[in-house]
């Protein structure tokens, strides 16, 4: 599968406005884009809208990411505090749990590794990392993106804010104390998941590819 992860600054009186306009008018476009599996918003009091979406292939990525570029100069250039930031990669990890209620609140961390480090950290989130997470009361999805040149993205969903928030406590320090090493601290992000669609029949053929 692969990702592409789009990072907003927006002007704080108009995200809902956006929100709304982008439910209405965007996500009918994009849920029609060859290989859609899923896509998702998030902003917070910051003024930062991100947004997420997922493919079974990159041709279908790329073609988002077009059509996004295209609907955001015609539709809220005007609300634009800076160039969006645009993410998009190989899925590196997916995890979902089995019954979660819908997510409320996500979290997203980029970190900046050499390119040669990146199997290495794989492994060890995998072994030590991802059971911290999914274990977690609330816990509703992690994902991990590699963005290339060593740029790695991870998005991580729950069904509330206080999961979200113990859970981010014991992921840092589980990240500096092994990751330390490999680079900077991630950037992080948090805040409300606004919509979410999954196409869960695409989602799983997309997955076993």
Do not use: C
């Amino acid at each position: 599968m692969f990702g592409v992860v789009r990072e907003y600054s927006v002007e704080a009186s108009e995200v809902e406005r956006l929100v709304a306009r982008i439910v209405a008018d965007f996500v009918p476009l994009i849920t029609r884009t060859l290989g859609f599996a899923a896509y998702s918003i998030a902003t917070n009091d910051k003024g930062e809208l991100v947004t997420t979406s997922l493919y079974s292939d990159r041709v279908g990525a790329r073609a988002s990411t077009k059509l996004a570029a295209e609907w955001t100069e015609k539709h809220a250039a005007k609300v634009m505090q800076a160039p969006a930031y645009v993410s998009e990669g190989e899925l590196l990890l997916v995890e979902r749990a089995a019954n979660s209620e819908r997510p409320a609140y996500g979290v997203m961390r980029r970190y900046h590794f050499r390119p040669s480090d990146v199997p290495e950290i794989l492994t060890q989130v995998r072994t030590n990392l991802v059971p911290v997470i999914t274990r977690s009361e609330g816990f509703s999805s992690y994902v991990v993106i590699d963005a290339g040149q060593g740029e790695i993205v991870s998005l991580t969903s729950f069904s509330d804010k206080q999961s979200s928030d113990e859970t981010s406590v014991r992921a840092l320090a589980w990240i500096k104390e092994y990751l330390s090493r490999y680079g900077l601290p991630p950037k992080v992000s948090t805040g409300r998941i606004r919509f979410r669609y999954v196409d869960e029949a695409a989602f799983a053929v997309a997955s076993v590819r």
